[in-house]
Nanobody, 114 residues
Framework: EVQLVESGGGLVQPGGSLTLSCVASGFSFGDAFMRWVRQPPGKDLESVASISADSRSTGYAYFVKGRFSISRDNAKSTLYLQLNNLKTEDTAMYYC???????RGQGTQVTVSS
C-alpha cells in the first residue's frame, strides 16, 4: 500500500521560508517520478513542482519558479520542497503525489500571513 506522509507546514510571514518533507513507503520510491501539488482555499488542485527518479530533471510551475526547489533523498525515501520568499498567494494545503497511481498524502498546511 502506497503511503505518503507530508510534514513541515506552518504559519510564516511573507518573505519567509519553509521546508516541506514527504516520507514515502509501499512502493519503489527510488524508481518513481514524484510531484508536489497544492490546493489553495476554494480553488482546484495545482501542480507545483516535479522531479525525476534520479533527480536529473525537475520542473516548476511558473508561479513558483525561482522561489521553490524540489529535491529527494532516495536512500531515505523522502521528497522535499524548499519554499523561499513566500507570498500570501502561496497559502494552500500542500501534498506530495505519486503520479503513477494518483496517490497523495494527507497534506501539510502552509499559511502565509503577516
Amino acid at each position: 500500500e502506497v503511503q505518503l506522509v507530508e510534514s513541515g507546514g506552518g504559519l510564516v510571514q511573507p518573505g519567509g521560508s519553509l521546508t516541506l518533507s514527504c516520507v514515502a513507503s509501499g512502493f519503489s520510491f527510488g524508481d518513481a517520478f514524484m510531484r508536489w501539488v497544492r490546493q489553495p482555499p476554494g480553488k482546484d488542485l495545482e501542480s507545483v513542482a516535479s522531479i525525476s527518479a534520479d533527480s536529473r530533471s525537475t520542473g516548476y510551475a511558473y508561479f513558483v519558479k525561482g522561489r521553490f526547489s524540489i529535491s529527494r533523498d532516495n536512500a531515505k525515501s523522502t521528497l522535499y520542497l524548499q519554499l523561499n520568499n513566500l507570498k500570501t498567494e502561496d497559502t494552500a494545503m500542500y501534498y506530495c503525489m505519486l503520479p503513477d497511481d494518483n496517490s497523495r498524502g494527507q497534506g501539510t498546511q502552509v499559511t502565509v500571513s503577516s
